[in-house]
């Protein structure tokens, strides 16, 4: 189930996230009396995403999570490591580099997300717009340079976050075969 | 000559079938949902070169909410054959890992 992001076509996702939360929706009608509307808000952008990069995250963290020795929390309890202490101090801070990572795949997968916030985003200009977004409405409009400008802006950062990925790959294997 | 083609068709393909299978079904699920690179390139035009999740989008901006949906219901039943089969083939590839292993540690007790 965690899988279904990856394997959804992302305007499915969309279409379903928009009906889901909208103030009629099943969610979106008990966020309503609270004054929170969701769909067609930079909220409703933040949903999306989260509901795409959510993947990511579970599946780089899960394996390390799993490898992780029960001893290694035992031996928190017997040194009198309370639950909240044990999770913050011995953890956490093994879980850290495969969270970073999973958190920065799923970034960079959402500096690019199209499909599903094209529906949830309602597309304000200035308020609700994604950047591939901005560079399809430069498309239609026969702005090509505007648009490549765009591109070019947004493939600088798409390296950079490659590289910081890669990096934070070789940096949570290295602390893996130290530990 | 002869070897090289023998090798890849007799040796390294069933040796990766399950992986390479696999890989097959998750790019196709990819491309089956590809949004933002297809409406670029293909211009969505309709009934040449439209694809459904680009038809999603034209239905849902007019406003036909149920053909949206039924066409996105579709695509769900996709994905959940997708992810499925994934399943399936994660196992079938385990197990023949396995299956392998038993038999290299079998011939070490005999040798």
């Known amino acids: 189930m965690v899988d279904l992001p990856f394997a959804l076509p992302t305007s499915v996702a969309g279409i379903a996230l928009t009906a889901i939360y909208s103030e009629n929706g099943w969610l979106g009608h008990l966020a309503a009396p609270l004054g929170i509307r969701i769909a067609f808000t930079p909220l409703g952008v933040v949903v999306a995403l989260a509901f795409i990069g959510l993947p990511f995250v579970v599946r780089t963290v899960q394996p390390v999570l799993a490898d992780m020795e029960v001893e290694l929390e035992e031996a928190a309890a017997t040194l009198g490591a309370s639950r909240r202490q044990t999770f913050m101090r011995v953890i956490a801070p093994a879980l850290m580099p495969a969270a970073i990572t999973g958190f920065a795949l799923a970034f960079a997968r959402a500096l690019g997300e199209y499909g599903s916030v094209v529906f949830i985003s309602g597309n304000m200009p200035m308020r609700s717009e994604v950047v591939p977004l901005l560079i399809m409405t430069k498309l239609e409009e026969f702005d090509y340079q505007g648009a490549a400008a765009i591109a070019i802006v947004m493939l600088i950062v798409s390296f950079t976050m490659l590289l910081l990925i890669n990096l934070l790959q070789r940096w949570s294997t290295t602390r893996d075969a130290l530990g | ?111």
């Open chain 2, 1 to 111: 000559m002869g070897a090289w083609i023998d090798n890849g068709t007799y040796i390294t393909v069933p040796n990766v079938k399950w992986g390479l299978l696999y890989g097959v079904v998750t790019c196709n699920a990819r491309a089956m949902g590809e949004f933002g690179a297809v409406s670029v390139v293909s211009g969505h035009i309709r009934g040449l070169t439209n694809t459904m999740p680009l038809y999603v989008e034209i239905l849902y901006n007019e406003y036909d909410f149920s053909a949206a949906f039924a066409v996105a219901s579709l695509l769900t039943l996709l994905a959940l054959v997708t992810l499925i089969l994934r399943r399936l083939l994660n196992r079938a590839g385990a197990a023949e890992f396995a299956g392998d292993r038993e038999i290299d540690t079998k011939q070490q007790e005999a040798a």
